[in-house]
């Protein structure tokens, strides 16, 4: 899969994605991650959850296939081999400040 990415509106409709997002608020595991953050372990304020896609295994939540399917290439090979959610559940939940491309960034600087 390359790295492209478009961006369409109205992709999904608001009654699905309704659907959809209570599906997964209220019918998966989530799980909190202890994690190292600067020098200090600490348990992650957001919760997570993920799914295998190639092959979806039984558990796989209903819209996690719907939605799989509308962005599948069409050419019988699945877009995604896996999915992660993240479940922000208020202001307090969040990922701590980071930077995706330290190095990149920091010869930009120089």
Known sequence: MSGDGSYRTRFVDPATAEKWFAELRHGIEWRSERRMYATA??????????????????STPDAILDASRLVDRGDGECAFDSVGLNLYRDGRDSVAPHNDHPQRDSQRLS
Not at 41 to 57: E, I, K, Q, Y
């Open 41 to 58: 372990r600490s348990t992650s304020r957001r919760l997570m959850s993920s799914f295998r896609l190639d092959p979806a295994s039984p």
